[in-house]
């Protein structure tokens, strides 16, 4: 039904619907630089009536020049003034857009005008979501109206309402459609009234976002990982505060934050799973996820597997500590690791380090360990374990049993040790010097120079620092002659012994002869002679006479006296001319013959 008289605006709902606007406005298109013109409309409805006249309002960078008007696509004009009024009458319905100078062509705004007795208006303005937006069913010449019903299509909408208005806050992408209202016209002959259909459209205030990986969906693991939560903001609402957040199977893992960046160090296997992330306003009012990517962390295959050693290359000394490292060149954990050895069926440890702190002779083998990751194993080189027994306890053993030999018997001398890690060299000592080597000493047919004492040194070694070695108990070696041999030598010994008795017995006797001869001679002449008379020339022989009294009975004791000078003499001194030497003879008395004085004594008088 068509009107029948001219509605009224309402001030107050015009006044704050315009300030609305421009507040959201100034907020959509605030930036500096080019930026689109701002297109306002005052009051900011739509559809108006045919009686009214609304203003249509330009704002851009402030530059001076004419402002451009355009209807759909079509340049309407150009004016010094940033706006115009539009009626029915002028200029009409239609698709406004305007283009500030310096600035970029605005959004537009639809505005149409009607007859009808009941309109439902909405924003003359671009719909973000996010905003509250009022929808206001309103009757011409704002005739009071009751019983207000709001539908969108043929859905009746119970939303909250304020008499003659509908709130959709927050406005989403699904309250876009056509809406209408239906209410009582209180007006005599007029009354339930119901609206056009007027279309709501809702923009984005930000498209979906788009979750994207800075690397592999299949990283490995320990590999650093960039997350980047993608989303373009609205060229109506640029600066729009946004917040992300991050998601790994519905648990938040990073946010709320500004940062549309998230950044793992170190993935690791928990780390595996169905990533995505929100976009959301600082109230929440629209939240936006992407689409689910999968991020699967695989594990670094265990490789390059070794054992290190303490003593280095696992060679030891009995009683010695013994410590093996297992280490992994790559792969990722978390490791276990178990200990090996040739032979045994059972591991004989677990864990990164095997330790044994003294180590026996049956400790000797080759060990190997092995890392696992749970996914992946390896097998370390094999490393083989020498333990050394140190040579001990040295004896000399040969086929008889006692050291006393026979000469020309064929010996051998034979060195062992109780203990002692093979090899084992023997070096062969006799009477303390070195002989000969090797475990058996072969003398071969002994005789008298193989009598002596006999040791053998023992040395093994492990490398060529550690030498050990041990001497045997001195073994004292005699050489015997046979018993036909030793009595030929005995009756040779015996032979010539009679013999030489025999000879000193003649030559005692005839020295003894010769002796009493001559002293006799020498006592006879002693008597005669004068011991003051001079001597008498040489080659004189005197004839011998016995001493008075005495003859026969006395021994004659001749000496010869050697005169030589004392002390003083050299070299250079003139020798003297030969003298005869004094010769002074005694007679004394014979031994069976009685002294008269036991005392008596005797000395040569110058």
């Given at each position: 039904?068509?009107?029948?008289?001219?509605?009224?605006?309402?001030?107050?709902?015009?006044?704050?619907?315009?300030?609305?606007?421009?507040?959201?406005?100034?907020?959509?298109?605030?930036?500096?630089?080019?930026?689109?013109?701002?297109?306002?409309?005052?009051?900011?409805?739509?559809?108006?009536?045919?009686?009214?006249?609304?203003?249509?309002?330009?704002?851009?960078?402030?530059?001076?020049?004419?402002?451009?008007?355009?209807?759909?696509?079509?340049?309407?004009?150009?004016?010094?003034?940033?706006?115009?009024?539009?009626?029915?009458?002028?200029?009409?319905?239609?698709?406004?857009?305007?283009?500030?100078?310096?600035?970029?062509?605005?959004?537009?705004?639809?505005?149409?005008?009607?007859?009808?007795?009941?309109?439902?208006?909405?924003?003359?303005?671009?719909?973000?979501?996010?905003?509250?937006?009022?929808?206001?069913?309103?009757?011409?010449?704002?005739?009071?109206?009751?019983?207000?019903?709001?539908?969108?299509?043929?859905?009746?909408?119970?939303?909250?309402?304020?008499?003659?208005?509908?709130?959709?806050?927050?406005?989403?992408?699904?309250?876009?459609?056509?809406?209408?209202?239906?209410?009582?016209?209180?007006?005599?002959?007029?009354?339930?009234?119901?609206?056009?259909?007027?279309?709501?459209?809702?923009?984005?205030?930000?498209?979906?976002?788009?979750?994207?990986?800075?690397?592999?969906?299949?990283?490995?693991?320990?590999?650093?990982?960039?997350?980047?939560?993608?989303?373009?903001?609205?060229?109506?609402?640029?600066?729009?505060?946004?917040?992300?957040?991050?998601?790994?199977?519905?648990?938040?893992?990073?946010?709320?934050?500004?940062?549309?960046?998230?950044?793992?160090?170190?993935?690791?296997?928990?780390?595996?799973?169905?990533?995505?992330?929100?976009?959301?306003?600082?109230?929440?009012?629209?939240?936006?996820?992407?689409?689910?990517?999968?991020?699967?962390?695989?594990?670094?295959?265990?490789?390059?597997?070794?054992?290190?050693?303490?003593?280095?290359?696992?060679?030891?000394?009995?009683?010695?500590?013994?410590?093996?490292?297992?280490?992994?060149?790559?792969?990722?954990?978390?490791?276990?690791?178990?200990?090996?050895?040739?032979?045994?069926?059972?591991?004989?440890?677990?864990?990164?380090?095997?330790?044994?702190?003294?180590?026996?002779?049956?400790?000797?083998?080759?060990y190997h360990c092995t890392a696992t990751n749970g996914g992946t194993a390896a097998d370390s080189l094999?490393?083989?374990?020498?333990?050394?027994?140190?040579?001990?306890?040295?004896?000399?053993?040969?086929?008889?049993?006692?050291?006393?030999?026979?000469?020309?018997?064929?010996?051998?001398?034979?060195?062992?040790?109780?203990?002692?890690?093979?090899?084992?060299?023997?070096?062969?000592?006799?009477?303390?010097?070195?002989?000969?080597?090797?475990?058996?000493?072969?003398?071969?047919?002994?005789?008298?120079?193989?009598?002596?004492?006999?040791?053998?040194?023992?040395?093994?070694?492990?490398?060529?620092?550690?030498?050990?070695?041990?001497?045997?108990?001195?073994?004292?070696?005699?050489?015997?002659?046979?018993?036909?041999?030793?009595?030929?030598?005995?009756?040779?010994?015996?032979?010539?012994?009679?013999?030489?008795?025999?000879?000193?017995?003649?030559?005692?006797?005839?020295?003894?002869?010769?002796?009493?001869?001559?002293?006799?001679?020498?006592?006879?002449?002693?008597?005669?002679?004068?011991?003051?008379?001079?001597?008498?020339?040489?080659?004189?022989?005197?004839?011998?006479?016995?001493?008075?009294?005495?003859?026969?009975?006395?021994?004659?004791?001749?000496?010869?006296?050697?005169?030589?000078?004392?002390?003083?003499?050299?070299?250079?001194?003139?020798?003297?001319?030969?003298?005869?030497?004094?010769?002074?003879?005694?007679?004394?008395?014979?031994?069976?013959?009685?002294?008269?004085?036991?005392?008596?004594?005797y000395e040569n008088v110058p």
């Amino acid at each position: 039904m068509q009107r029948t008289g001219s509605p009224t605006s309402t001030q107050q709902h015009a006044g704050m619907a315009r300030s609305m606007a421009l507040l959201l406005w100034a907020q959509a298109l605030g930036l500096t630089g080019s930026q689109p013109s701002q297109l306002t409309l005052d009051p900011p409805w739509t559809p108006v009536f045919t009686s009214e006249k609304v203003m249509l309002r330009c704002q851009g960078s402030g530059a001076p020049g004419p402002t451009k008007w355009y209807i759909g696509q079509r340049l309407q004009q150009q004016i010094t003034s940033n706006y115009i009024y539009v009626s029915k009458n002028y200029l009409g319905s239609g698709s406004y857009r305007c283009c500030s100078p310096g600035a970029e062509l605005s959004p537009p705004i639809t505005l149409r005008f009607s007859d009808e007795w009941l309109v439902l208006q909405v924003p003359a303005r671009v719909l973000l979501e996010g905003d509250t937006v009022p929808l206001r069913c309103r009757a011409w010449d704002d005739i009071k109206i009751t019983r207000v019903q709001f539908f969108r299509e043929q859905e009746a909408l119970g939303g909250p309402s304020r008499g003659t208005e509908l709130l959709l806050s927050p406005l989403q992408l699904q309250h876009g459609g056509r809406y209408r209202c239906r209410a009582i016209v209180n007006k005599l002959f007029v009354q339930g009234q119901e609206s056009a259909l007027v279309p709501v459209v809702v923009q984005e205030l930000f498209s979906v976002p788009v979750l994207h990986l800075k690397g592999p969906a299949k990283p490995p693991e320990g590999a650093p990982l960039a997350l980047g939560c993608l989303s373009q903001p609205s060229p109506l609402r640029p600066l729009a505060h946004l917040q992300h957040v991050f998601y790994r199977d519905e648990v938040v893992v990073g946010g709320p934050q500004d940062s549309p960046q998230l950044q793992l160090p170190a993935v690791g296997l928990s780390d595996s799973g169905n990533y995505s992330c929100e976009v959301r306003t600082e109230t929440a009012s629209v939240r936006k996820h992407s689409a689910l990517v999968t991020v699967t962390v695989r594990r670094v295959p265990v490789s390059g597997v070794f054992l290190v050693a303490q003593p280095p290359k696992g060679q030891v000394v009995e009683g010695d500590r013994l410590v093996l490292r297992c280490m992994v060149g790559a792969g990722t954990g978390p490791l276990s690791f178990s200990w090996h050895r040739h032979g045994l069926a059972r591991p004989l440890a677990t864990g990164p380090r095997y330790e044994l702190h003294a180590v026996q002779p049956q400790d000797s083998g080759r060990y190997h360990c092995t890392a696992t990751n749970g996914g992946t194993a390896a097998d370390s080189l094999p490393l083989w374990v020498t333990v050394l027994v140190p040579v001990a306890n040295a004896t000399i053993t040969m086929a008889r049993t006692e050291p006393s030999v026979p000469a020309g018997e064929s010996l051998n001398l034979t060195c062992s040790v109780e203990a002692g890690t093979a090899p084992v060299t023997f070096t062969w000592l006799r009477d303390g010097q070195q002989l000969g080597s090797g475990p058996v000493l072969s003398l071969g047919a002994v005789g008298p120079t193989h009598a002596g004492t006999y040791q053998c040194l023992a040395t093994n070694h492990l490398g060529t620092h550690r030498i050990f070695q041990v001497r045997s108990p001195v073994l004292t070696l005699s050489v015997t002659q046979p018993r036909q041999e030793r009595w030929q030598q005995g009756t040779a010994v015996a032979a010539g012994l009679s013999v030489s008795l025999l000879l000193l017995l003649l030559l005692a006797a005839t020295v003894g002869w010769h002796l009493c001869r001559r002293h006799r001679a020498a006592a006879g002449k002693s008597w005669d002679r004068d011991p003051a008379a001079p001597p008498e020339p040489e080659g004189h022989q005197p004839e011998p006479r016995a001493p008075p009294g005495a003859a026969g009975d006395e021994e004659v004791l001749y000496t010869h006296v050697v005169v030589t000078e004392r002390g003083g003499a050299t070299s250079r001194s003139r020798p003297a001319p030969p003298q005869e030497p004094t010769v002074v003879y005694a007679v004394l008395p014979a031994p069976h013959v009685r002294l008269r004085l036991p005392s008596d004594t005797y000395e040569n008088v110058p």
